[in-house]
């Protein structure tokens, strides 16, 4: 199937087919038709599955028409300090990636795109929302913040799309959601784009719900078997914790990886292992959420470049690293939830590129292991590193337990 064959206008086609993009993916197969017909989705999709594409592309040929419509009877169609689609995200950095791929995706339209976030002075955000803005990217807190000094008005507004809702959730971006959803008007199109509904996401379903007088949201959801990407090389390395930034280093060394994005949980241990690193001649750098906006936004563009090669990243900080060509991902500390794995493993293997993960497995992860190996229904491969035995054995997963015959 074709993007023209989903419904998209020939200008948002164009565009995507400039940037390489020829065959839609299940998730924008599935939710593109639903938004251009105007009904509610709440939509389920792991990471590097072209969530972003799925809501942005629609909204654009809605909106194109709307303005087409609207020249044809010459009516103005945005008043100042007002938006037509609003895009929460719960980080910067994926604010500032979201509105660049709607500017991307937008470029033969003429329609207006933002995104406003904190870290940064406000003023200017402001001064850009003076004449009116058809689609804003927004983090929460920054969008109360400038909705309380009447910067913007929510009134025209029609569409709301919340972005990466099961993270709002996970970062306490709960209340401020309810408070943003009180303002907005009742009669607009909801969008939830989420890798897992849980509780918390449940409840800003039911949100969207009590403003649709019992029309209630479609849900689609993209199972975790069709999400993993195939093209990615799972495998990991069983470790003692104290000697996993030597083990890191060797990798680097001997197996000459051009580039990796290495996760660790940390803000604290993210500088240590750079220092780590530096002593061991391999330079690398680290975004957290203690850096400022605009150092976080340096690293991600000298990573993005190629001019870093090496960059240490906790969970929520590497949300909005979307390169297109990433190598390999490494899981310096596993995570805790097996959703996160997937989240992070998605930042490799993008749209049909061939990547890595590699996995540091301590004796204290082993449940963590289990849980992931049981929602990938298999096995990682594990391998073993010359000069790096192993003081605490990691067991043997729960998966390849056999029960013994009775005798």
Known sequence: MSFLKLGLCNPIVQAIEELGYTTPTPI??????IIISGKDLIATAQTGTGKTAAFVLPLLTLFNKENKENKENKERCLRGKRIRALILTPTRELAVQVAANV???????????MAVYGGVDSAPQQQRLIEGIDILVATPGRLLDLAHQRALHFDELEVLVLDEADRMVDMGFSDDIKKIIERLPADRQNLLFSATVNNGVRIFADYFSASKMGRPAVEISISPEATTAPNIDQWLITIDKDTKSALLSHLINEQKWDQALIFIEKKYSAAKLVAQLAKRGIEADAIHGDKSQAMREKILADFKSGKLKYLVATGIAARGIDIGELSRVVNYDLPFKPEEYIHRIGRTGRAGATGEAISFVAMGDFKNLCAIESRLN?????????GFPVRKVVPVSILNYVRKSKR
């Open 28 to 33: 924008q197969k599935q939710a593109i038709p």
């Open 103 to 113: 500017a991307q995706y937008s470029k033969h339209l003429n329609l207006s795109s």
């Open 378 to 386: 298999h096995i990682i491969n594990r391998k073993e590193i010359e």
